[in-house]
């Protein structure tokens, strides 16, 4: 039997508990390459952190490798919010709910998709939801996508310099905060992982559906 080991990505861990959660582990070890050990119960793969980065921008629908741009990010949450709404409409007839029941749906601590509004049929939907794993797939990409997208526009409507925080009467607690950001953008395992979990912090995404019907 072959397993995978590792670690959850510290910038990731919110994600635990979808299947993104599977790729989301680092090697525990320093090596760069992908190794291979022997035990009694089989053979164990441990993935280089590059190798899980690239399955993990993969599943959230970025390519592999190379440069991301916005429009990367834009392109792909276009495409999951089109399969989440299509999903989550048969999904919403299939159990019989309202068709014009407003849900606003995010991921919870654990990585579950959780509905906010009280429903006949909720408790059935969430189960439904979090059972199939190309809805999981397509709302955990289009919640990291948003939530990349809205942590970068709030970094360029609110972009405040250390000069400006150090001239201006600001409390101990922003100056912290951003000496934090600052140590978590220096010690990331790498730049995307940090971007991740940076925008899952300040940005967290929720998807409302029939909003306004």
Do not use: C, H
């Not at 280089?48 to 490798?65: D, F, N």
């Not at 709030?154 to 001239?167: E, F, G, M, R």
Request: hydrophobic share 30%; charged share 20%.
């Amino acid at each position: 039997m072959t397993t995978i080991s590792g670690t959850t990505y510290a910038g990731l861990y919110s994600y635990a508990g979808s299947s993104l959660s599977g790729l989301l582990t680092s090697s525990s070890t320093t090596s760069e390459k992908e190794s291979t050990s022997t035990s009694k119960t089989g053979d164990t793969v441990t993935l280089s952190s590059e190798v899980t980065t690239a399955k993990t921008r993969e599943y959230l629908g970025l390519t592999p490798t190379g440069r991301l741009s916005l429009a990367d990010f834009k392109t792909a949450a276009g495409d999951q919010e089109d399969t989440v709404s299509t999903m989550l409409a048969s999904a919403i007839e299939e159990l019989g709910i309202d068709a014009d029941q407003e849900l606003t749906l995010s991921l919870d601590d654990d990585g579950n998709i959780a509905i906010e509004e009280d429903f006949t049929g909720k408790s059935e939907l969430e189960d439904a939801l979090n059972d199939d794993e190309t809805f999981v797939q397509a709302f955990s990409g289009l919640s990291a996508n948003n939530e990349v997208l809205d942590y970068v526009k709030s970094l360029q409507t609110n972009s405040v310099s250390l000069a400006d925080y150090i001239s201006s009467d600001t409390s101990d607690e922003d100056l912290m905060s951003l000496a934090a950001k600052y140590s978590a953008l220096k010690s990331g395992g790498s730049a995307i992982e940090t971007l991740w979990s940076l925008s899952r912090s300040e940005t967290p995404y929720s998807y409302t559906y029939n909003a306004g019907s």
